[in-house]
């Protein structure tokens, strides 16, 4: 890599100085010393990253000056959109004059035991104990343990099997990774936590013609609970689903899929947990994804909406009776803490941003402007690249095919290339963030999952600049280019 030289201004240690770096100094800083989140190797010595330095409502804006739509609302969590910075800021600096910090090892604080009591209220009836971490991975991991420490507080020492659907995506760390059911996350790892088996995700796309709803929602559970037999149903602890699972694209459940899940779960005595780290606090409609869905869950992970990211925070919500078995059990607690879980300062934003979204009935905009963004992006099924649309509340996708009857993409340009040398960077031209990927299947995808403060003017100036880029790209591959 060629080294890059700063000018003076930016200070010997690269932070002080009497003038802010420049656009292009900070582009060469973090080449130098930011290793970024799944980014590939070319960030840090061809095509240098974006910084974004500002964002207000929907919109954020980099160190160039360039605007964008932010359509995935950062990383699927900023649900009140970047304007109320100076609120929940001003709830953190109160909290950080009254206790910047202490543990909840042992110990309680009042923005801690106020969230939980705060979430508990808010979540589906019967589900009331609430654990706090720092994000997603976190949430799935500690759900593991107590699983697992619950079953053992019952005598069931061999339930220790897990089971997740296939392309489902439930984080990075090592239990979440190993219910992650992508495999090119996973392989580079294995091997991960022994006995996580994966079944079919709900996406109904390229299934046969002719099959009804009905018969696709009995396959599924069928084999779900063949799975449960086959492997031993005490051996079977749990099993994670998103309501509606965002990896390979915005996938509902068909009629009867949840309800079906819950029974089979009921009768092999397995842990049912609904990953709502997305779904949760208002992505559908409703504060979690469970009650729009009938998801009955035992146990609720969450993380990003539950502060819009303007804080790490995360937790799981369990049911009292798997609580008070663990606290019961032999080791007479649950096994398991983060140094900041419940951080008093992250609570503090959380409770801040709940409040948010109850006072701009944030949620019930979801709900009044879902049939519009639904309809709207709809209408781009009538073009040329898109095969199908899906999604519920503000998470859509768009899965992109050349071949409308064969439901494929069989261009000459491969669709990774696709992706990463046209449409990626297309939309980012085009001013639109949003999700732009290849799926299991060999399919380009579009994601949608914005700001839950979106207007049908976002909406529509979204749609139009994605539909430019699809006329280009239409027009490009008909080209032979």
């Known amino acids: 890599m060629t080294e890059t030289t700063l000018s003076p201004s930016a200070g010997s240690d690269h932070t002080t100085g009497s003038a802010e770096p420049s656009a292009a100094e900070l582009q060469a800083l973090?080449?130098?010393?930011?290793?970024?989140?799944?980014?590939?190797?070319?960030a840090y010595t061809t095509a240098p990253p974006r910084v974004i330095v500002k964002g207000e409502g929907s919109w954020l804006t980099d160190a160039e000056g360039n605007r964008y739509l932010d359509a995935l609302a950062g990383l699927f969590c900023v649900n009140i959109g970047y304007g109320y910075g100076a609120e929940i800021g001003a709830a953190v600096a109160a909290q950080m004059t009254e206790l910047p910090y202490y543990t909840n090892w042992g110990c309680a604080h009042p923005p801690a035991i106020k969230l939980a009591a705060k979430i508990a209220e808010l979540a589906p009836a019967g589900l009331d104990r609430v654990f706090l971490t720092s994000g997603g991975s976190e949430s799935n991991e500690a759900a593991v343990k107590l699983?697992?420490?619950y079953h053992q507080?019952?005598?069931?020492?061999?339930?220790m099997k897990f089971i997740a659907r296939r392309v489902s995506y439930h984080g990075t760390s090592y239990a979440a990774l190993s219910l992650n059911g992508m495999t090119d996350f996973r392989k580079t790892f294995e091997p991960l936590m022994n006995g996580a088996r994966h079944i079919s995700n709900t996406k109904r796309y390229k299934r046969p013609a002719g099959e009804t709803e009905q018969e696709f929602t009995k396959l599924l559970l069928t084999e779900f609970e063949t799975l449960i037999i086959q492997e031993g149903p005490d051996t079977v602890a749990g099993v994670f689903l998103e309501p509606l699972q965002n990896a390979g694209?915005?996938?509902?459940?068909p009629a009867g899929y949840h309800e079906g899940m819950r029974e089979i779960c009921d009768r092999y005595g397995v842990?049912?947990?609904a990953d709502e780290v997305i779904c949760g606090f208002g992505r559908l409609g409703e504060w979690f994804g469970s009650t729009r869905y009938n998801v009955q869950p035992d146990i609720i992970t969450f993380a990003k909406g539950v502060s819009s990211a303007y804080a790490p925070l995360g937790g799981m919500i369990a049911k009292s009776e798997i609580i008070d078995t663990v606290n019961n059990g032999?080791?007479?607690?649950f096994l398991h803490g983060v140094t900041?879980?419940?951080h008093p300062t992250a609570c503090a934003a959380g409770l801040a941003n709940i409040a948010i979204m109850e006072r701009e009935d944030v949620l019930g905009n979801v709900r009044r402007t879902e049939p519009y963004f639904r309809q709207q992006v709809r209408g781009l099924l009538e073009h040329a690249l898109v095969g199908d649309v899906r999604g519920d509340g503000f998470h859509y996708s768009l899965e992109l095919v050349t071949n409308k009857q064969t439901r494929e993409w069989d261009s000459d340009q491969p669709a990774a290339d696709f992706v990463s040398t046209h449409l990626g960077p297309a939309l980012v031209e085009a001013g639109v963030l949003c999700r732009a990927a290849v799926d299991h299947e060999g399919t380009p995808l579009i994601q949608f999952s914005p700001p839950l403060i979106f207007s049908r003017d976002d909406i529509d100036t979204l749609l139009s600049r994605v539909r430019s880029v699809l006329d280009t790209a239409a027009a490009t591959l008909r080209r032979g280019n």
């Open 30 to 42: 973090a080449q130098r010393h930011l290793v970024m989140h799944f980014t590939g190797g070319s």
């Open 249 to 253: 694209g915005s996938l509902t459940p």
């Open 271 to 273: 842990i049912l947990v």
């Open 153 to 159: 507080a019952r005598g069931e020492h061999t339930r």
């Open 340 to 342: 900041f879980g419940g």
């Open 330 to 333: 032999p080791q007479g607690m």
């Open 147 to 149: 699983i697992r420490q």
